[in-house]
T-cell receptor, first 116, second 112 residues
Framework: DTGVSQDPRHKITKRGQNVTFRCDPI?????LYWYRQTLGQGPEFLTY????????KSRLLSDRFSAERPKGSFSTLEIQRTEQGDSAMYLC??????????????FGPGTRLTVL | SQKIEQNSEALNIQEGKTATLTCNYT??????LQWYRQDPGRGPVFLLL?????KEKRKERLKVTFDTTLKQSLFHITASQPADSATYLC???????????FGSGTRLLVRP
């Protein structure tokens, strides 16, 4: 257990429905990252926050995706009008960034999304 | 584009042998590379980081090398055990965001 938690661990939904995932990073970590991982591939970067500010979004993050980190602690990732191609593992990671390079990211267990 | 490439074929070895996994990078020179372990249905777990000015780094049965001429990092597990069976991911950190760019991972299976 890295100390990063994600909820739910599994989500099954029907195409067209909206889903929301939550990530609770390690409490003193001010940077939070979202990644998506499909079967047989490595995680792909989606977006990241420093405190409550969303600093970068990947081209993978279509306009159906939105992420927030309102108080600089937990974060949510919402997918609207889900499509079958959204089926993947969604991973959250955090780091205690302090302005210099850092050695490692702490990943949560992920949320497995299945869109039927 | 700046790519991280790992052998997508699974590596199947006998317990006690040394497992060697390869990570190649193209079109850039990363300041450092990281190696993570991922078990099925779980998030990646950090194992080792090696900087470009380090030739080799060790942690218990793990060893990582970094060859900037070949643009390659090798990850070794000595005296492998069935519990080492997992997918191993190589990653580099990008710019000031420190977001990670991962390879596709190599699955290791250690037979008892």
């Amino acid at each position: 257990d890295t100390g990063v938690s994600q909820d739910p661990r599994h989500k099954i939904t029907k195409r067209g429905q909206n889903v929301t995932f939550r990530c609770d990073p390690i409490s003193e970590h001010n940077r939070l990252y979202w990644y998506r991982q499909t079967l047989g591939q490595g995680p792909e970067f989606l977006t990241y926050f420093q405190n409550e500010a969303q600093l970068e979004k990947s081209r993978l993050l279509s306009d159906r995706f939105s992420a927030e980190r309102p108080k600089g602690s937990f974060s949510t990732l919402e997918i609207q009008r889900t499509e079958q191609g959204d089926s993947a593992m969604y991973l959250c990671a955090s780091i205690p960034w302090s302005g210099t390079s850092t050695d490692t990211q702490y990943f949560g267990p992920g949320t497995r999304l299945t869109v039927l | 584009s700046q790519k991280i490439e790992q052998n997508s074929e699974a590596l199947n070895i006998q317990e006690g042998k040394t497992a060697t996994l390869t990570c190649n990078y193209t079109n850039y020179s990363p300041a450092y590379l990281q190696w993570y372990r991922q078990d099925p249905g779980r998030g990646p777990v950090f194992l080792l980081l090696i900087r470009e000015n380090e030739k080799e780094k060790r942690k218990e049965r793990l060893k990582v090398t970094f060859d900037t001429t070949l643009k390659q990092s090798l990850f070794h597990i000595t005296a492998s055990q069935p519990a080492d069976s997992a997918t191993y991911l190589c990653a580099r950190s990008m710019d000031s965001s420190y977001k990670l760019i991962f390879g596709s991972g190599t699955r290791l299976l250690v037979r008892p």
